[in-house]
Structures are given as C-alpha cells and as structure tokens.
C-alpha cells in the first residue's frame, strides 16, 4: 500500500510548453492539441508529472471551434516511438488541447476524457494528466489537471485535481504547476 500522496507538480519543458503555445496560435481561434509525454514519480507523498515533449494533433485532425478530435493513430505510433527512443523511460502521459478566447475549465467531456484515459493508464497508476490552454491569443491561460480512477465523482463525471502555474519556476528550463496548498 503506497502512502496518499498528498503534492502534485507537474514540471514541463519550457521548450515543449513554447510548442504548444505555437500549435495553439497557428489554429487560433479553433481548437487544436495532442499528447503529453514524459515520465512520473512519486515519493514521500510527493507525485510528480515530468513532460519532456508534447505531440501535436496529426494530419487527420479536425479541428472545430469547440471541438477538437485528434488524430488517434498518429498519437498511438508517435507515444510508441517516444517509448522506444528513451528505452522506456518515457511514456504517454495524458492530453492536451487549447479552448480559444475562453476558460480553461475542464468540459463535462474533458472529465470523462481523463477519467478514461486514467482507467487504462496502467504505467501511470490508473492516473492521467491533462492540460488545457484557454485565454485570448496574446495571454493564455493555462491549468494542468491529474485525475484518477478512483476520483470522487458526481455521477460519472470524474473531478480532477487542477494545478496552477507556480509564480516562480525552479529554474528558466522549466515551467512548474502545482496545487496552491503546496
Ligand atoms: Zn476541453
């Protein structure tokens, strides 16, 4: 039985998250996204989400301005090659998408997407990582969530932990979210 942890960082590349905004802009104001890869620890209560990349939505995407649906295939073979490349280090670890000119606040799907990725995420301890890009173009705003399977739930929608961006960073490579009583 490993202890409740009770601290979620979740740590992203500077250079991944500079991506990311990139791919947002480039299809502002409609959706777009992909995947998170990376790894995650945990220890002493402390749990850690580590993505070193962050994959954008594939060709076959479609792209609306309040729907997105990736390209599932492409995810599947860049997450694999991902997996191959660090010698299994690195893994998939959740999703990402944008909600242009708006908040960004978990959708009723976005809920159910976490928690279902979280019931099959078996190297993650049945835990998923989101993170959502809203704001206008020129100021994002930006919240990562961790849900689990075992997440207290309102019907069957599950209710992830969100994370906030820390004021400070530990240092200018990476961008730190964490729950503010941390
Ligand atoms: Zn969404």
Not at 67 to 94: S, W
Not at 123 to 128: E, F, G, K
Not at 164 to 179: E, I, P, R, T, Y
Request: no cysteine; aromatic share 10%.
């Amino acid at each position: 039985m490993s202890l409740p942890i009770k601290a979620i960082k979740v740590w992203i590349r500077n250079d991944t998250y500079t991506k990311m905004l990139l791919e947002r802009a480039d299809k502002f104001d409609y959706e777009t996204g992909g995947i998170l890869l990376g790894y995650r620890n945990t220890s002493e209560g402390m749990e850690h989400w580590v993505v070193t990349d962050a994959v954008g939505p594939g060709h076959s995407a479609k792209h609306g301005k309040f729907i997105f649906t990736p390209d599932y295939e492409y995810h599947v073979e860049e997450a694999e090659r991902h997996f191959n490349d660090t010698l299994g280090k690195e893994y998939y670890l959740g999703d990402w998408h944008t909600h242009p000119n708006a908040s960004p606040r978990t959708s009723w799907l976005d809920r159910v997407t976490i928690l279902r990725n979280a019931k099959r995420a078996n190297h993650t301890n049945n835990r998923s990582l989101m993170i959502i890009i809203g704001g206008q173009l020129t100021s994002n705003k930006t919240i990562s969530y961790v849900g689990s399977e075992r997440q207290t739930y309102i019907g069957l929608v599950a209710k992830p932990i969100a994370l906030k961006l820390a004021s400070k960073s530990a240092n200018n490579d990476w961008l730190l979210f964490h729950n503010p009583e941390f």
